[in-house]
């Protein structure tokens, strides 16, 4: 006997609130610039948080480079429809120059450890972690 | 200079393709044929709506298929105050669990057409046009005030 099947969508409209930290590093992105804070042991941290690991409450802002290190990596072969790429990229933990920290974000490509990638930005940006397209390989 | 950034949107959105397995499609099925079919287990009696591959209380196979009535009794209900978008009506509107006549489990529908809701309330289906119908519980509109006296709470306890 057939059985019968139907699509079925679970979908949450959420809206957050950024807080003051993370506003203004998403309000930077907007204007082309990425900030991270200091944390009270003098590390940049990229994103920037308002508490440390160690729930100390973060200083200062820093801006960082657009250029960094990746960290590690994941490949994706096949990305799906919410992907920041339709075409095969990695995601990676990029530290950025000046930055103590790894970012994550999406690299156009294949990549390995080690390597040198460049922010690539979208032309019309409104203030989202997507406004930086993707990465890109340098060497 | 715009404004800062203080929220982002962040939908979380999962598409499923649902399956509804042998004994529901057959279920459905017959929804779209104006019949309303249940299981009855062998060893309790208990007929169960939509009717499941196994008891869920004995564990055996059910494979006894009986119709139960389009008209049923109000064990316990809702009224819904609170707009949502998937919300089938404007609020207020009332949610039933209603125990239809021949079947021990309450289906989840729609009660419209009465001033209030009552447990013990008698209703029955009010259907979508034969053309529209189709395999969903959706073939079934609402349900409706059926003008019967109410039944009393000892007969719908054990099924609530």
Known sequence: MDVLSAPYVLEYTYQRSTGP??????????EKRIEGVRAIDGRVLVPPR????????????????????????????????????QTPFSWALIRLDGADTALLHAVDGTVKTGDRVRARWKDERIGSIRDIECFEVTR | ????????????????????????????????????????????????????????????????????????????????????????????YTAIAVLLDGADMPIFHLLRGAEEARMGMRVKAVWVPDEELAPTLSSIRWFEPSGEPDVAFEQIASHL
Do not use: N
């Open chain 1, 21 to 30: 930290v993370v506003g203004r590093f998403l309000t930077g992105l907007r």
């Open chain 1, 50 to 85: 308002e508490y440390d690991e160690d729930g100390e409450a973060t200083g200062d802002f820093v801006e960082v480079g657009q250029e960094g290190v990746v960290v590690t990596w994941a490949r994706v072969e096949a990305p799906k429809r919410f992907h920041p790429l």
């Open chain 2, 1 to 92: 200079m715009s404004d800062p950034v203080t929220v982002f949107q962040a939908p979380i959105r999962l598409d499923y393709t649902i399956s509804a397995g042998r004994h529901l499609s057959h279920y459905l099925r017959a929804i779209a044929d104006k019949r309303i079919v249940g299981g009855r287990c062998t060893q309790c009696k208990k007929v169960y709506l939509p009717q499941r591959g196994a008891c869920p209380t004995c564990g055996i196979p059910v494979e006894d298929e009986v119709q139960v009535q389009d008209t049923g009794t109000v064990t316990t209900f809702c009224v819904i105050r609170i707009p949502f978008e998937a919300a089938p009506f404007p609020p207020p």
